[in-house]
């Protein structure tokens, strides 16, 4: 029964600190680039978009398919760093337990 209770305890301390780490990882900001730094983009934790940077040498009428492509090459970049920070802390937090390959915290 003191197995069970610990186990218990364990699991409330994991639960509170995996609630900590999705709040740092909501206020995180990642910047992205693309194009050499002509085009940067920021996302916050959960990937949504919060600030574009284009360099004022893109604003030309031919080369609006270059521009749409940097843009989405930037977001991919920032979209991959986050992703890889929020591994790298699950990483850290989960350290030791027997989770199953492929099994994707926070849920």
């Known amino acids: 029964m003191r197995d069970i209770m610990g186990m218990m305890g364990k699991v409330k301390e994991m639960q509170a600190k995996m609630e900590k780490m999705q709040e740092e990882i909501a206020a995180l900001e990642v910047n992205g680039t693309s194009g050499g730094g002509l085009v940067s983009v920021t996302l916050d934790g959960k990937g949504s978009l919060k600030g574009l940077k284009i360099d004022p040498s893109l604003f030309k009428e031919d080369d609006v398919e270059i521009l749409e492509d940097l843009i989405v090459a930037a977001h991919k970049d920032a979209k991959d760093k986050a992703e890889a920070e929020t591994a790298e802390?699950?990483?850290?937090?989960?350290?030791?337990?027997?989770?199953?390959?492929?099994f994707k915290l926070p849920f």
């Open 89 to 102: 802390r699950t990483k850290a937090l989960t350290a030791g337990l027997p989770i199953p390959p492929g």
